[in-house]
């Protein structure tokens, strides 16, 4: 069962904060959350572990609320570069990632 | 590190035809993925190998796809015959250990078109 994604876009200006959210019918082992912009690979920003452990390299936060199946990805302060498609993925202990439909964001000077 | 490494990144062929696509993971990563992007179905996950053995191939939408992973180092994914409806970003991601514990780097990607 493939990840719901909301909201499917969103516009922002420079400077504004933007909450993308991820919700699985099936429990997760771990989240993740990649970036893709136009024309090139997704690129990783996050992973949530159950238990709580995350891992990232970016300055975005984001959270995995186990009990309800939700990860909510936080951009704060949005700059230009963070313009493209934010992807979750969401794993059962199996071994694979599935994806959810992508959340398409653009920043406006 | 010189990242995923796909080959060709633009592939154009006529209905009917062989289509080999190529993957060189990141050295030393263990586990290997294939991925097809399109508009309609998104990010789908086709198969992943561990340690150049396939855990999963039930992703891969029919008999026309075959993959394999001769050795740590390389991967092709196969469509014989190719049809339209495959026409599609195909994306090969690397990662060391569990894949759903650590990051999948995605290499640049081979662009599809079937006439």
């Known amino acids: 069962q493939q990840p719901v994604q909301s909201p499917q876009a969103v516009i922002l200006r420079e400077g504004e904060d933007a909450v993308i959210n991820c919700s699985s019918s099936?429990?997760?082992?771990?989240v993740h959350w990649y970036r893709q912009k136009h024309g090139e690979a997704p690129v990783f920003l996050m992973i949530?572990?159950?238990?709580?452990e995350q891992k990232g390299h970016e300055k975005i936060s984001a959270s995995f609320n186990e009990k309800k199946q939700q990860s909510s990805l936080y951009l704060t302060a949005s700059q230009l570069s963070y313009s493209g498609t934010y992807f979750c993925?969401?794993?059962?202990?199996?071994?694979?990632?599935?994806f959810g439909q992508g959340t398409t964001l653009q920043v406006k000077p | 590190d010189a990242g995923v490494i796909q080959s060709p990144r633009h592939e154009v062929t006529e209905m009917g035809q062989e289509v080999t696509l190529r993957c060189k993971p990141i050295?030393?990563?263990?586990?290997l993925f294939w991925y097809r992007q399109t508009m309609m179905r998104g990010l789908e996950l086709l198969i992943y190998?561990?340690?150049?053995?396939?855990?999963?191939d039930s992703g891969m939408p029919e008999d026309r796809f075959s993959a394999k992973m001769p050795n740590a180092s390389f991967s092709t994914l196969k469509i014989q015959p190719s049809e339209p409806r495959d026409s599609a970003v195909y994306f090969c991601?690397?990662?060391?250990?569990?894949?759903?514990?650590?990051?999948?780097?995605f290499g640049p990607g081979t662009r599809l078109l079937v006439l």
């Open positions: 099936k429990a997760l082992y771990s």
């Open positions: 991601a690397s990662s060391l250990y569990r894949g759903v514990e650590e990051t999948q780097y």
């Open positions: 949530l572990l159950k238990g709580g």
């Open positions: 050295s030393g990563h263990d586990y």
């Open positions: 190998f561990n340690n150049n053995v396939p855990i999963d």
């Open positions: 993925g969401g794993s059962s202990n199996t071994g694979k990632l599935i």
